[in-house]
């Protein structure tokens, strides 16, 4: 039998005593928990491969490096940050939809895996630099489909995107790059939506990539060593969110990846699941202090050291249609009756909210609250720099205690 778990709300309330706050804590055992839990629900089908961009932290990343089989970089800057913590660049994938030619270069010259492809633009640029490099680059070809079922908070099908060869025209773009010398192509990416928590419609999505993948690489007569699924799998944010079951969208779908995989053609093909926030998200707290707390017209407002500065998705601000606060409890303190709170930031600007009317335990001026879900599009995704408050802190937990690991 394993040892109990430490009440994470000590953990919490330690972490903020021991490093300040605003300051955000990962649990390393909850992102293990999730990685054996995707691998016993799409092992069978699927290798991981993590967005670089959901949390660039440099011990996180070098935590994972063993833990699983890829990562997606979208920057030069992110492809340095995986190779310094430890990342083979071989295991690496490069997506971005402007990506230039000095990035370009330094991940061709650094051994980077796949380049994915997002424009014949960028194919010819590329395929320009891999030659002058005496190299043949590896490439998958990321596809914009058409559509996307409904139940993606985050949708990019269907309609002008920047992002990838809109498969209207994919499979002449596809001729087109298998021609240029430089480059060879290994297969092909799709990322269209995220932030799903309806397992239907996350299979529904996936069929959808399967046609697609299936009907290009019989047009080009492609038999793909990869074939990436950028997932799509979402986490519960808000209060009353239920939770994504990926055993339910394992059993939906699990007829047609046995029989994609049963096709001579992709037999000998890796698909890979591409995610951030699933792998990492509800393993990170957000810890704020309440600084002062002033009561205004009829509302309690709780001021903390860390809001929109620290924590942008959680104000609201990082492409939430309605804005809602995210799921938060106040460390500590004994119980008291929830009442009626808005919390604020330290900015000098009426957005800087992570709440109004949220029902809490009575707060009183240096009380620590923790935001849930708080481990993916972090500080890497907020203003921190506006107004120079102090920025956030970030602590990792695990088995050999906690330690301050901001980079
Ligand atoms: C190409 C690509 N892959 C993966 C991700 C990660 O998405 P999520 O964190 O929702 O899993 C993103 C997010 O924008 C993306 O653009």
Redesign the pocket.
């Known amino acids: 039998m394993s040892a109990p778990r430490p009440d994470p709300d000590a953990q919490l309330a330690e972490a903020a005593e021991r490093f300040g706050t605003p300051a955000y804590v990962y649990f390393a055992d909850r992102i293990a928990d999730r990685i054996e839990r995707l691998t016993t629900d799409f092992g069978r089908w699927f290798s991981l491969s993590f967005?670089v961009?959901?949390n660039p932290n440099a011990a996180l990343l070098a935590w994972l490096a063993p833990r699983i089989a890829h990562l997606?970089v979208?920057s030069g800057g992110e492809f340095a940050r995986g190779v310094a913590a430890g990342w083979d660049p071989a295991r690496a994938s490069f997506?971005?939809p402007a990506k230039r030619a000095d990035e370009l270069e330094a991940a061709i010259a650094g051994g980077l895996g796949e380049l994915?492809i997002e424009s014949l633009r960028e194919a010819e640029l590329a395929a320009a630099i891999a030659a002058r490099l005496g190299r043949v680059q590896d490439v998958l070809v990321?596809i914009a489909p058409d559509r996307v079922p409904k139940g993606f908070g985050?949708q990019m099908a269907g309609r002008p995107s920047p992002?990838g060869i809109d498969i209207e025209v994919a499979g002449d773009a596809l001729a087109q790059i298998a021609r240029l010398p430089g480059l060879r192509i290994r297969g092909l990416?799709i990322?269209s939506g995220?932030?799903c928590l309806k397992p239907e419609a996350i299979a529904e999505n996936w069929r959808i990539f399967m046609s697609i993948f299936r009907d290009l690489c019989t047009a080009r007569d492609l038999t793909p060593a990869r074939l990436v699924f950028?997932?799509?799998?979402?986490i519960p944010y808000h209060p009353g969110d239920v939770a994504l079951d990926t055993g339910e969208v394992a059993a939906g779908i699990a007829a047609d990846l046995d029989a994609f995989k049963a096709e001579p053609r992709f037999r000998d093909t890796e698909l890979v699941l591409?995610?951030?926030?699933?792998?990492v998200?509800e393993a990170g707290y957000f810890l704020t202090r309440v600084v002062s707390v002033k009561e205004s017209r009829g509302s309690r407002i709780a001021i903390c050291d860390g809001g929109m500065n620290a924590h942008l998705a959680a104000s609201g601000h990082f492409g939430m249609v309605l804005r809602r606060a995210y799921t938060m409890h106040r460390v500590g303190g004994g119980n008291t009756e929830p009442e009626k709170v808005d919390i604020s930031g330290p900015l000098c600007t009426s957005i800087d909210k992570l709440g109004t009317g949220v029902m809490l335990p009575r707060l009183e001026e240096g009380d620590l609250i923790a935001i849930h879900a708080s481990g993916?599009?972090g500080p890497s995704a907020s203003p921190v720099r506006f107004i120079s408050h102090p920025e956030p802190r970030e602590v990792w937990v695990d088995g050999a205690g906690m330690r301050d690991v901001t980079a």
Not at 230 to 234: A, E, F, H, R
Not at 274 to 279: M, T, W
């Open positions: 967005a961009k959901s997606d979208s997506t971005g994915v990321r985050d992002f990416h990322y995220t932030q950028g997932s799509g799998l979402g591409e995610l951030g926030r699933h792998l998200g993916a599009y």
